[in-house]
């Protein structure tokens, strides 16, 4: 199971102020555009569910950015991906809340 890229948003998408969430079994995503001075960028959380993201602690999260254009994007994806299939004791299993 791998997030492709077809399925996250284009980039045109986050110019709205909207963030792109969804997750792969266990592991959880956020990507949401940034801006820092004059550069933009995509800002990636991932964190092992069940809980949403601002239910887990911020030491629980790992977060990488990347520019805002169509290669960010990609390593965004591979980033998520990446991370999934490097960790697989963590977001193999889907965790319900229902569960804790």
């Known amino acids: 199971m791998k997030l492709a890229l077809s399925q996250?948003?284009?980039?045109n998408f986050f110019n709205y102020g909207e963030a792109f969430t969804g997750s792969l079994k266990g592991l959880r995503y956020h990507i949401i555009k940034q801006q820092a001075e004059d550069t933009a960028?995509?800002?990636?959380?991932?964190?092992q569910g069940p809980y949403s993201l601002a239910r887990t602690p911020s030491d629980k999260r790992i977060q990488q950015s990347f520019l805002?254009?169509?290669e960010g994007r990609k390593s965004a994806v591979d980033f998520i991906n990446e991370e999934f299939e490097a960790h697989p004791e963590l977001y193999?299993?889907?965790?319900?809340?229902?569960?804790?």
């Open 8 to 11: 996250c948003m284009p980039l």
């Open 68 to 70: 805002f254009d169509e």
């Open 41 to 47: 960028f995509l800002a990636v959380t991932i964190w």
């Open 92 to 100: 193999r299993e889907e965790i319900s809340i229902l569960d804790r």
